[in-house]
Antibody, heavy 120, light 107 residues
Framework: QLQLQESGPGLVKASESLSLTCTVSGGFIRQSDYYWGWLRQPPGEGLEWVATVFFDGSAYYNPSLKSRVTISVDMSKNQLSLRLNSVTAADTAVYYCARQGGSYSYFDSWGQGTRVTVSS | EIVLTQSPDFQSLTPKEKMTITCRASESIGSSLHWYQQKGDQSPKLIIK???QSISGVPSRFSGSASGTDFTLTINGLEAEDAATYYC?????????FGQGTKVEIK
């Protein structure tokens, strides 16, 4: 049973950087069939795709965030990570990691999410 | 960027009724349209992939269809556990985008 578990700081100050980690269990990031992504959901709002990565490091980014975001994988730890620079209040959200069933595909397995609040 | 517009934004229905949600894409996306269910503070759950393909473990009362740039999610015979917000998602072109969501209330 695939499980994804996000972890993060909870609270970040405006203008600082946010780092999140997603630990995958019950499966391997190295699996060539899947991609791995980050999505977010501001309070009371809908879903926004942030970034997606393949085990070889190739990545796709949402253009609205591309200048501030880096996604990466650590196969030795079976983890994916997200770094978001220069955060503002607009970055306050629940951040989810999810498995994607291919490069241009659906998200078929999601973590429980980690809540991030940006304080001024 | 492809915009997905869901309608309605909110539905209040009684058990056993039929629920229909529409997702309209701003341009052609083929069949690369997926549906998710999100209950309360839980994470989203994939319920339909590629417009009409079923997902293992999802009840058969959930179905999807497509006509051009209009996509429909149908629940035949609503149950109390179907109370949730439903989102459509396109994976045809970057950035991948979601509809704004449809909240379904069961009376």
């Amino acid at each position: 049973q695939l499980q994804l578990q996000e972890s993060g700081p909870g609270l970040v100050k405006a203008s600082e950087s946010l780092s999140l980690t997603c630990t995958v269990s019950g499966g391997f990031i190295r699996q060539s069939d899947y991609y791995w992504g980050w999505l977010r959901q501001p309070p009371g709002e809908g879903l926004e795709w942030v970034a997606t990565v393949f085990f070889d490091g190739s990545a796709y980014y949402n253009p609205s965030l591309k200048s501030r975001v880096t996604i990466s994988v650590d196969m030795s730890k079976n983890q994916l990570s997200l770094r978001l620079n220069s955060v503002t209040a607009a970055d306050t959200a629940v951040y989810y990691c999810a498995r994607q069933g291919g490069s241009y595909s659906y998200f078929d397995s999601w973590g429980q999410g980690t809540r991030v609040t940006v304080s001024s | 960027e492809i915009v997905l517009t869901q309608s309605p934004d909110f539905q209040s229905l009684t058990p056993k009724e039929k629920m229909t949600i529409t997702c309209r894409a701003s341009e052609s996306i083929g069949s690369s349209l997926h549906w998710y269910q999100q209950k309360g503070d839980q994470s989203p759950k994939l319920i339909i992939k590629y417009a009409s393909q079923s997902i293992s473990g999802v009840p058969s009362r959930f179905s999807g269809s497509a006509s051009g740039t209009d996509f429909t999610l149908t629940i035949n015979g609503l149950e109390a556990e179907d109370a949730a917000t439903y989102y459509c998602h396109q994976s045809t072109s970057l950035p991948w985008t979601f509809g704004q969501g449809t909240k379904v209330e069961i009376k």
